[in-house]
C-alpha cells in the first residue's frame, strides 16, 4: 500500500497515475489535511481523512503552499527524500508539469527505475507531437520539447513522431470534418477472457436474447442514419465483444440493415472484428465476404496453448491458423491480428515464437497490446490466485515484435495507452502500405465524431473547428451496459444522442 496526503484536491489524478506507473502492483490511495476539500467527482482517488492512513504503508505528503509545492517521501528506499519548487498556479498546465516533472525525478531517483514514457500518464501520446506538426513545428523540435517537458526516452519520442506523420498523411485523405465513423458494438462472447474488462455477456445465456437485441439495435441505427444522413460516413467498425458470436443469418441481418440504412460511397473502410477464431465459420466469413466487409480482425493473443488455456480462451493455435488460411481463400486482403504481450507465463522465447507463426501467415495488420489489468478483470479481481504467475513486458519484447513487423513489411500507424499496462508500455498497430486501420486514427486522434450503437457503446461528438491550443472541443454519452436495460431503454438512448448533437 502506498498511500499520498495532500493539502488541496489538485492534480490527485496526475499524481495517482505517476505513482502507479512506477508501483503497479501497488495500491496507491489518496488522503487529504482537513483543510482540503475532497472533490467527490474525482473516481481516481479514495477521499478519507489523514487520520485513516495504513499503518505501515509507505507515505508521500504534498504540500501546496501560496507560490511553492514540496513533495515528501519519508521513507523512500535511501532515507527520506524531499523535493520544493516554485511555481506560478495562475498557469495551470506549467504547474501541473513542474509537479509531475519533479515527483517523477524523485521516484527515478530512488528507485533507479525510469519510465520509457516520463511522466506522460494519458492514453494518447502522439496527440503532443500530431498538434505541434499542425503548428508547423520540426521534428527535432518537437523532441526537444517532449524531452524537456516529459522526459520521455528518445524511443518513445521518435516512435511518436513518426506514428504523427503517419497518421497525418492518413487524415489528410480524409474529409473528415464533414464526416463521421460508426461503431456498431455486439457484446457477446464465447467465454470471458481472464485479462478482459470489456461489457461480454456469455452466449450460451444470451443465445435467445439475439434476436430481440438486434430489433433494438436496428432501431438505434434508423435514428443514426436518418440524423446523420447529410455527413459523409467514412468509416463503420463493428466489434465487441465477438461479433462473429451472431449467427450466419444474424450478422447478414445486421450488415444488410447497415447497408441498406447508410449511404456508403464515401466509406473507406467496413470492418469486422471477427476476433476468436473459435467463433469464426466459413459460412460466416462467406456473410462478410458477400457483404462487401472489407477488413477483418482474427485475434490470436498468442500461439503458446498452455497460454491460450491459462486465460480462458477455448480455441486452439491450429483454429487461429486455419481461421487465417480460410479467410485468405475466400479473398480477404485486409486481415489483422491482435497479440498481447505480458500475458502470465509467457517470456521473450514465447514472444519469438508467436511472431514466428505470424510471420509465416503474413497478415496485413498487427497491432501489438500491452496487458493492461483492469479492476473488473478476473486476472484483478482474483489477483492473489494469479500473483505468483510471471507476468513481464519489457522493452525488449516491444523491440523483438517491431523487428518481426519490419521484416513484414509492416510500419507502426496508431498508438494508445491505458492504466495499469504491463512495464508501462504502450500497443502499436503495425500495417503494410495503404492496409492501415481508418477506424483506429480517428479514434485515437480524435479529429472525428464517432457515433456509437448497442449496449456499453459511447458515442463522441467532435466539434470541427479546433481550440485556440489546437485541441478540439469533444462531448459524450454512453448507452448503458446492461443488455437487458439497454432493449428496455432503447428509447432513453436514442434520446441521449438526440440531445448530444441538438447542441450547434
Known sequence: MITVTLNRTEFEYDIHSLIKAFFPKEDVELYYTKEAHADEKNVACTNHSVEQEEAGSSHFLIDYADDRISIA??????GPARRTFAVDFSNRTETKNALKEHLYRLLEEETGQPLPWGTLTGIRPTKIPMQMLDAGKTKEEIASYMKQTYLASDEKINLSIAIAERERALLSRLDYKNGYSLYIGIPFCPSTCLYCSFTSYPLTAWKTQVDAYLDALEKELDYVAAKNYHRKLNSIYIGGGTPTTLEPYQLDRLIRKIRCSFDLGDCLEFTVEAGRPDSITEEKLLVLRKNGISRIS????????KTL???????????????????????????????????PEEDLSDVRNTMEILKELDPDNITIH??????????????????????????EHMDLCAEYCHQMGLSPYYLYRQKGMAGNMENVGYAKPGKAGVYNVLIMEERQTIVACGAGASTKRVWPQPNADGTY?????ENVKDVG???????????????LFSEK
Open 73 to 78: 517521501w519519508d521513507d523512500a528506499p535511501d
Open 298 to 305: 482474427i485475434n490470436p493473443q498468442t500461439m503458446k496453448q
Open 309 to 343: 488455456d491459462l486465460i480462458g480462451r477455448h480455441h486452439t493455435v491450429e483454429q487461429t491458423i486455419e481461421s487465417f488460411r480460410m479467410a485468405r481463400k475466400l479473398g480477404f486482403d485486409n486481415i489483422n491480428m491482435d497479440l498481447i504481450m505480458g500475458l
Open 370 to 395: 500491452s496487458l493492461a489489468i483492469k479492476r473488473a478483470a478476473r486476472l484483478n479481481i482474483f489477483k492473489d490466485r494469479y500473483e505468483s504467475m510471471m507476468m513481464v513486458n519489457t522493452q
Open 473 to 477: 472541443r469533444i462531448e459524450r454519452c
Open 485 to 499: 436495460l439497454y432493449m428496455k431503454r432503447i428509447d432513453e438512448m436514442i434520446a441521449r444522442k438526440q440531445q
